[in-house]
């Protein structure tokens, strides 16, 4: 279970509620990665959490099923091959989601800013 610390005079972010002893606010969760051993193991992890876990492997897919519904959470690979990579991705949810994102890359790119 994740665990928030608790800082005096500072709220918790977007008002979240997690506190120790609450349920997680986080329980679906999309993976997107085009690496299936890495999205297998990341997906097998999350689920042994507790988690409820969708994996994709491109952009199109991704977009897919962001605009059928939004997830708690998504897991984003932005080296993904295909026409639509992870950056594509974060832009367009950006566009009409402010859901958090967990960005996973080996890429050495400056960071964005979505």
Do not use: C, K
């Not at 120790?20 to 299936?36: C, F, K, M, Y």
């Not at 605009?67 to 897991?75: F, G, K, M, R, W």
């Not at 080296?79 to 960005?103: A, K, N, Q, T, Y």
Request: aromatic residues 4%; negative net charge.
């Amino acid at each position: 279970m994740l665990q928030a610390i608790e800082i005096p005079g500072r709220e918790t972010p977007l008002g979240i509620p997690w506190r120790i002893g609450e349920q997680d606010a986080i329980s679906d969760i999309l993976v997107i990665e085009d690496d299936s051993s890495l999205a297998n193991l990341e997906a097998d992890v999350l689920t042994a959490h507790g988690y409820t876990v969708v994996s994709v492997a491109d952009g199109e897919s991704a977009l897919s099923l962001l605009h059928q519904a939004i997830p708690d959470l998504v897991v984003l690979d932005l080296e993904l091959l295909g026409d639509i990579d992870g950056w594509d991705v974060l832009h367009e949810l950006r566009s009409f989601s402010s859901v958090p994102v967990l960005i996973t890359s080996s890429s050495t790119t400056t960071a964005r800013h979505y």
